[in-house]
C-alpha cells in the first residue's frame, strides 16, 4: 500500500481541517490505519486508529472530542477531521498501515513502529 496525505494548511486557532489519505493497492479495505502527527524537533505521536471495516476508532487523549477518523473503502480513503484546533495541533500529520492483524487494543498511545508504509505527511499549522 502506498499512501498519499493532503489536506493540511494554516488555520486560525479554533478552526477545522480536513485531512484525507488516499491510499493505492489491493490490501486497503482488510488494512487497519492509523493517523500520526510529528511535531519539529519531537518522535511520531499517535492521534487515532480505526480498524478495516470502519468500525472500531481509538483517539490519543489530545484527540478526544475534537478529532474524528473514518474512512470510505470503495475511495481507498481515510480521513481526519479535526475541530477546535490550538497551537498545539501543529505538525506535519502522517497516515500510516497498521502492520499488526487484528489489533487488540488494550493501551495507548499506540506505537509508531507498529506501523508501515509511511507516505508523506501533511503539514498542519495553527496560529493563535
Known amino acids: 500500500v502506498q499512501l498519499q496525505a493532503s489536506g493540511g494548511g ?17 490490501t486497503f479495505s482488510s488494512s487497519a ?9 519531537k518522535e511520531h505521536e ?3 486508529h480505526i480498524s478495516s471495516s ?5 483517539y490519543a ?18 480521513y481526519l477531521q479535526m ?4 497551537p498545539e495541533d501543529t505538525a506535519v500529520y502522517y497516515c ?4 499488526i492483524q487484528n489489533r487488540r487494543i488494550w493501551n495507548l498511545p499506540l506505537p509508531a513502529a507498529d506501523f508501515g508504509s509511511w507516505g508523506q ?5 495553527v496560529s493563535s
Open 10 to 26: 494554516l488555520v486560525q486557532a479554533g478552526g477545522s481541517l480536513r485531512l484525507s489519505c488516499a491510499a493505492s493497492g489491493r
Open 33 to 41: 490505519m492509523g493517523w500520526f502527527r510529528q511535531a519539529p524537533g
Open 46 to 48: 499517535f492521534v487515532a
Open 54 to 58: 470502519g468500525e472500531s476508532k481509538v
Open 61 to 78: 487523549d489530545s484527540a478526544k472530542g475534537r478529532f474524528t477518523i473514518s474512512r470510505d473503502n470503495a475511495k481507498n480513503t481515510v
Open 83 to 86: 475541530n477546535s484546533l490550538n
Open 96 to 99: 500510516a498501515v497498521d502492520l
Open 121 to 125: 505527511g501533511t503539514l498542519v499549522t
